[in-house]
T-cell receptor, first 115, second 113 residues
Framework: AQTVTQSQPEMSVQEAETVTLSCTYD???????LFWYKQPPSRQMILVIR??????QNATENRFSVNFQKAAKSFSLKISDSQLGDAAMYFC????????????FGTGTRLKVLA | DGGITQSPKYLFRKEGQNVTLSCEQN?????MYWYRQDPGQGLRLIYY???????QKGDIAEGYSVSREKKESFPLTVTSAQKNPTAFYLC????????????FGQGTRLTVV
């Protein structure tokens, strides 16, 4: 069974600085998708970025980028120029495309942004 | 506007009572999911459905039941057999195959007293 691990329960970053959130996953599949979601205090889940496993190029969305290392099964999220509005829970998610077709989430990392 | 709607936002029930959480989507998505969120445990999958009239158990299905009679709707019933039902429940939907992300409702906070 696939698993997603986020080993950092909480992280802090100074405003305007850069922070990297870690995510590792375990799978025997070759085709899958990976996602980072943000959950602010409102608890609404918001997609931050997605990565297709077959693409070698790392995905980027404005200040957000990923470091996808398929062989190492690692999918970290880098937030550049951190803003106060980035403070939230961040969840890493895996989607299987070969049989189970479900989203599996990690336990989350709470990001604090210090002014 | 297309989206996914959960209701109610807050729900209080007495211990031993069954309660049903509503989830409706107008995104024309085939797949729908129910997750439970507890502090420090992330999102845990309760049930999911990839097509009408079919659904599968997730990792923590005991004490819960679902139905999928319509593409748009995927209600979750929390039964009296669920030992610790107080939690935040999230419903999501997606196209089948994962080429888009899962879209989430605003969640229902269930408190059992």
């Amino acid at each position: 069974a696939q698993t997603v691990t986020q080993s950092q329960p909480e992280m802090s970053v100074q405003e305007a600085e850069t922070v990297t959130l870690s995510c590792t996953y375990d799978t025997s599949e070759s085709d899958y998708y990976l996602f980072w979601y943000k959950q602010p205090p409102s608890r609404q889940m918001i997609l931050v970025i997605r990565q297709e496993a077959y693409k070698q190029q790392n995905a980027t969305e404005n200040r957000f980028s990923v470091n996808f290392q398929k062989a190492a099964k690692s999918f970290s999220l880098k937030i550049s120029d951190s803003q106060l509005g980035d403070a939230a829970m961040y969840f890493c998610a895996y989607y299987s495309t070969s049989g189970t077709y479900k989203y599996i989430f990690g336990t989350g990392t709470r990001l604090k942004v210090l002014a | 506007d297309g989206g996914i709607t959960q209701s109610p936002k807050y729900l209080f029930r007495k211990e031993g009572q069954n309660v049903t959480l509503s989830c409706e989507q107008n995104l024309n998505h085939d797949a729908m999911y129910w997750y439970r969120q507890d502090p420090g445990q992330g999102l845990r999958l309760i049930y999911y459905s990839q097509i009408v009239n079919d659904f599968q158990k997730g990792d923590i299905a005991e004490g819960y039941s679902v139905s999928r009679e319509k593409k748009e709707s995927f209600p979750l019933t929390v039964t009296s057999a669920q030992k610790n039902p107080t939690a935040f429940y999230l419903c999501a939907s997606s196209s089948f195959g994962g080429d888009t992300e899962a879209f989430f409702g605003q969640g229902t906070r269930l408190t059992v007293v």
